[in-house]
């Protein structure tokens, strides 16, 4: 009983230091027609990394690569969200955390092809 307490409390403990790591944001992640799953959303060289709120690794599930990026979509959701659309996945985030996304896109190189909707 008491291990389970203490995952529990490691897991809780990990979702706390990623949402208040510098330079992340809390980020959902949809892939097709799936459900959307929490997490964060973190830039790092060239790339957006997300990794789940709830697990047991800090690794990235997904790294999406800013080279080539094609953003097709942007919808408002339910609780003050937007979602976009980046080729095979969807992610919501807050109206501040979309405006620094589509900058980080905008900031891109020039040799990048970039094409935002």
Not at 65 to 92: F, K, N, T, W
Not at 101 to 116: G, I, K, N, R
């Amino acid at each position: 009983m008491i291990g389970v307490l203490l995952f529990a409390a490691l897991i809780v403990l990990r979702g706390l230091v990623l949402a208040r790591t510098r330079g992340s944001v809390p980020c959902r992640l949809r892939q097709g027609s799936g459900s959307w799953r929490s997490g964060v959303a973190r830039y790092a060289d060239g790339e957006l990394h997300w990794i789940p709120l709830i697990g047991v690794r800090l690794r990235p599930r997904h790294a999406i690569a800013r080279r080539g990026l094609v953003v097709s979509d942007r919808r408002p959701l339910d609780d003050d969200l937007y979602a976009i659309d980046c080729g095979p996945v969807s992610l919501a985030m807050s109206a501040d955390a979309l405006t620094g996304f589509l900058a980080w896109l905008e900031s891109a190189p020039p040799s990048a092809y970039l094409d935002v909707a």
